[in-house]
Structure formats: structure tokens, C-alpha cells
T-cell receptor, first 113, second 115 residues
Framework: DAKTTQPPSMDCAEGRAANLPCNHS???????VYWYRQIHSQGPQYIIH???NNETNEMASLIITEDRKSSTLILPHATLRDTAVYYC??????????????FGTGTRLQVTL | DSGVTQTPKHLITATGQRVTLRCSPR?????VYWYQQSLDQGLQFLIQ???????AKGNILERFSAQQFPDLHSELNLSSLELGDSALYFC??????????????FGEGSWLTVV
């Protein structure tokens, strides 16, 4: 699986956009980028995933660079409840077998008043 | 609510004992994954089952075993427990066998404390 690099921590003011970067320079052409978050020992929560195109859902937007070597997760209006550890994961396409998620250390996002 | 159900939520047991953690995947999901999260190790993949068959193995100790039953629920058995086995154990599920387009959803975990 391609390795990801994320800043260990970030701060964001409530109501502002939180932009969480992820570097995955060794990503292969058919590997997906997934984002999960974990709020204080709760189960990891799926946020969004993408392959090449930018993606948006009710939680966030995912911007993937054209060369796919990096991506940014955007929480458009961060709230205190978005305080969590955010994991960027590249998922290998083990078609027909296993495709587990390999978690790194993530980015601890602190949203403040 | 992810739809993945884990029981028990909390468990305290003594060293040397054996425990069983149970997981019910989301309706329709055929794959079940088990993860361990301890303070110093982060989230570690243990094992995956797909439709009753073992599909992938990670850093699972020999003292640990798992199975997936015909009704697709899964159990993780931990035996000869040691203090270092104290951790959060997460179950997750996905529709398919793990192709990258199959999103994996996690349960809320089982807290195991070994004393």
C-alpha cells in the first residue's frame, strides 16, 4: 500500500473551513484515497473517498491533485464536533482478495471557538 | 450509527483468561474485519473474513482467533490474556471482498481491560 504523510496536528476556528492535507506521492494509478476520522476512541467514521476526480458529499470535499500525489480534505464549516483525528489512507486494489485499510498516525484537528 | 454492532462494549477480565468479542456486520455486508487499537500501537489490522472464509491476516497473535458464521456475524476469541492485550477492538464490515470501491464501516468497539 502506498504510504501517506499527514501533519500531526492542526487547529481551526469554528465556522471556518478546515483544510487537511495528505501526501501520497507513491500512489498507484488504481489506488483509492480514503478519509476516515476518529472522535475520541469512538469507531473510525468514514468520510469520503476518491480515485481521480474531486468528490463532495454532505460531510466534506476531497480535492485530489492532477498527478494524484497529494490530496486535501475540506470541512467547509468546521464545528467543535469535528475535533478528531483524521486519517488519510491509500487503499490497494486487491481485487478478489483483501483490501484492508492501513491506518497511519493521522492529523489531530482541534476546532476552537 | 454505522450499522455495525459490537458486544460487549466493555469487558474487564484477569490475565490468563479467555474472552469472546462479537460483531454483527451491516445488513448485506459479507466481509468482516477486526482491528485492535492500543495506546502505543494505533489502529492495527488483525484479520478479515469474507462470507465465512478467512480472506486476509494481519498482526494477529496465535493466542487470538476469529471466525465468521453462516449468518455472517463474527467472533474474535482472545485467550491466555496478558496485560498488553488491553485495548479497543473494532469490528468493521463491507459489502464485498475488499475491492477498494467497497467502503468499510466500523462499529463502536469493545473495550477490553486485562487486570
Amino acid at each position: 500500500d502506498a504510504k501517506t504523510t499527514q501533519p500531526p496536528s492542526m487547529d481551526c476556528a469554528e465556522g471556518r473551513a478546515a483544510n487537511l492535507p495528505c501526501n501520497h506521492s507513491t500512489i498507484s494509478g488504481n489506488e483509492y484515497v480514503y478519509w476516515y476520522r476518529q472522535i475520541h476512541s469512538q469507531g473510525p467514521q468514514y468520510i469520503i473517498h476518491g480515485l481521480k476526480n474531486n468528490e463532495t458529499n454532505e460531510m466534506a470535499s476531497l480535492i485530489i491533485t492532477e498527478d494524484r500525489k497529494s490530496s486535501t480534505l475540506i470541512l467547509p464549516h468546521a464545528t467543535l464536533r469535528d475535533t478528531a483525528v483524521y486519517y488519510c489512507i491509500v487503499r490497494a486494489p486487491h481485487t478478489g482478495t483483501a483490501s484492508k485499510l492501513t491506518f497511519g498516525t493521522g492529523t489531530r484537528l482541534q476546532v476552537t471557538l | 450509527d454505522s450499522g455495525v454492532t459490537q458486544t460487549p462494549k466493555h469487558l474487564i477480565t484477569a490475565t490468563g483468561q479467555r474472552v469472546t468479542l462479537r460483531c454483527s456486520p451491516r445488513s448485506g455486508d459479507l466481509s468482516v474485519y477486526w482491528y485492535q487499537q492500543s495506546l502505543d500501537q494505533g489502529l492495527q489490522f488483525l484479520i478479515q473474513y469474507y462470507n465465512g472464509e478467512e480472506r486476509a491476516k494481519g498482526n494477529i497473535l496465535e493466542r487470538f482467533s476469529a471466525q465468521q458464521f453462516p449468518d455472517l456475524h463474527s467472533e474474535l476469541n482472545l485467550s491466555s490474556l496478558e496485560l498488553g492485550d488491553s485495548a479497543l477492538y473494532f469490528c468493521a464490515s463491507s459489502v464485498g471482498g475488499g475491492g477498494p470501491g467497497n467502503t468499510i464501516y466500523f462499529g463502536e468497539g469493545s473495550w477490553l481491560t486485562v487486570v
